[in-house]
């Protein structure tokens, strides 16, 4: 399966800071990685469809101008979090995938985002 | 729309006793595909097992166990004589119509005490 590296996995910034999260598929050429934003004891929430090469696919309620993600390769995805206030404080993971569905997903090992 | 029902927050258990996660799907896709995740504290997941919606077929690995059902829409999960590393919030989850896009439960923490 693939091996995906995020990084970083912990930061902690004050208020007003931009801050960002890069996911490198280390193995695997992705054309899409998936980005999920976990709060504590809470399941994971996808945020975001990062598509190499053209625009991502944001969810419903999620503000693209808040977070900007860039799959500028077919193996790193970048996810900034612009103007970070303490609200934006969580766990990101993303993740890839190596088929339509039926293949399971390859999660990074997260960044833990502090907002002071 | 898709769904998948995780209706056990928590669990504890005493070590070696046997324990089950339930996992249930709704799903109007005819394939699809079923996965369990684990994450233990340190925050990542950990792929465990998939399933196709033709394969009814119950699987082990080790202490672990699989048992889908199409009949109930149920994928449930069975860890034998736990243990206190099998401790960890598991996920159940679907992704069907052959698209990426995965559909995850709630999750169960499961706590294993010594």
């Given at each position: 399966g693939a091996v995906v590296s995020?990084?970083?996995?912990?930061?902690?910034?004050?208020s007003g800071t931009s801050?960002?999260?890069?996911?490198?598929?280390?193995?695997?050429?992705?054309?899409?990685?998936?980005?999920?934003?976990?709060?504590?004891?809470k399941s994971l929430m996808l945020m975001a469809t990062s598509n190499e090469g053209s625009k991502a696919t944001y969810?419903?309620?999620?503000?693209?101008?808040?977070?900007?993600?860039?799959?500028?390769?077919?193996?790193?995805?970048?996810?900034?979090?612009?103007s970070a206030h303490p609200e934006d404080s969580s766990f990101y993971i993303c993740s890839v995938s190596g088929g339509r569905g039926d293949?399971?997903?390859?999660?990074?090992?997260?960044?833990?985002?502090?907002?002071? | 729309a898709q769904k998948v029902t995780q209706a056990?927050?928590?669990?504890?258990?005493?070590?070696?006793?046997?324990?089950?996660?339930?996992?249930?799907?709704?799903?109007?896709?005819?394939t699809y595909y079923l996965f369990w995740y684990k994450q233990p504290p340190s925050g990542e997941l950990v792929f465990l097992i998939r399933r196709n919606s033709f394969d009814e077929q119950n699987e082990i690995s080790?202490?672990?166990?699989?048992?889908?059902?199409?009949?109930?829409?149920?994928?449930?999960f069975t860890i034998t004589a736990?243990?206190?590393?099998?401790?960890?919030?598991?996920f159940c989850a679907l992704t069907s119509g052959g698209y990426q896009k995965v559909t995850f439960g709630t999750g169960t923490k499961l706590q294993v005490i010594p």
């Open positions: 995020q990084h970083p996995s912990r930061v902690i910034c004050k801050v960002k999260i890069e996911c490198r598929s280390l193995d695997f050429q992705a054309t899409t990685m998936f980005w999920y934003r976990q709060f504590p004891k969810e419903q309620g999620v503000e693209k101008d808040k977070f900007l993600i860039n799959h500028a390769s077919l193996t790193l995805s970048t996810l900034t979090v612009t293949q399971p997903q390859h999660f990074g090992d997260g960044t833990r985002l502090s907002i002071l | 056990q927050t928590e669990i504890s258990v005493v070590e070696k006793e046997d324990v089950t996660l339930d996992c249930v799907y709704e799903t109007r896709d005819t080790g202490r672990y166990s699989w048992n889908f059902q199409k009949s109930t829409s149920s994928f449930n736990s243990q206190v590393v099998d401790s960890a919030v598991y």
